[in-house]
């Protein structure tokens, strides 16, 4: 039944945001509030355990990146940078928006992610180094510069909505983070 509503509170999240009431859960499910009180104790609970049930996609999906022989070291960590973030936003920046300032748990749970989760990422960034794909740099200020960036983009998102995605903004970020702003063709004078 666990399962059955988180389902339900992911597909409401799609079209509602997280503006959908208990009772939207319930109608779509055919259910009492009773239910799914027994199962869940607020809507916070709801929201706090999408974000959890994101996060641990999301930590998945990187584990599968980081273990796929096909790729690069350096494909590795750009795809795996792309990706964090995405379940996060549960495909809408919007909604980063609204945990923010509607779900201060849920919030709290997706930033401590945020900040604290880059052991992965680690791991390809001193192969990246062992491998000479990638110079020694400041770890800890890549990680500020990245969190800052996300930030700030996701202001630039709900203020500007519709200019691009958040998943294009973060491949972009991406790219300048790893790759710079100088050209191929510049001898970086």
């Known amino acids: 039944m666990r399962e059955r509503i988180l389902q339900a509170v992911a597909a409401e999240v799609d079209y509602r945001g997280l503006k959908f009431s208990i009772r939207d859960i319930t109608s779509r499910l055919g259910i009492s509030s009773k239910t799914l009180y027994q199962q869940f104790e607020s809507k916070e609970s709801l ?19 980081r273990e796929d022989e096909s790729l690069p070291t350096l494909e590795k960590l750009k795809q795996a940078l792309i990706i964090l973030p995405g379940g996060i936003a549960m495909k809408d920046v919007r909604l980063l928006d609204e945990l923010r300032n509607g779900y201060p748990e849920a919030w709290r749970y997706a930033d401590e992610y945020m900040r604290e989760g880059w052991i992965g990422i680690r791991a390809l960034v001193d192969e990246g ?3 000479g794909v990638l110079k020694e740099f400041n770890f800890d200020l890549f ?9 700030r983009l996701i202001e630039y998102q709900v203020s500007r909505a519709g200019e691009m995605t958040l998943i294009e903004g973060i491949t972009q970020v991406v790219d300048i983070l790893l790759e710079g702003i100088c050209s191929d063709k510049s001898d970086h004078k």
């Open 129 to 131: 180094v062992e491998q």
């Open 47 to 65: 929201v706090l355990a999408l974000v959890k049930q994101s996060i641990g996609e999301m930590r998945a999906t990187e584990a599968t990146i």
């Open 143 to 151: 990680v500020q510069m990245y969190i800052g960036s996300m930030y």
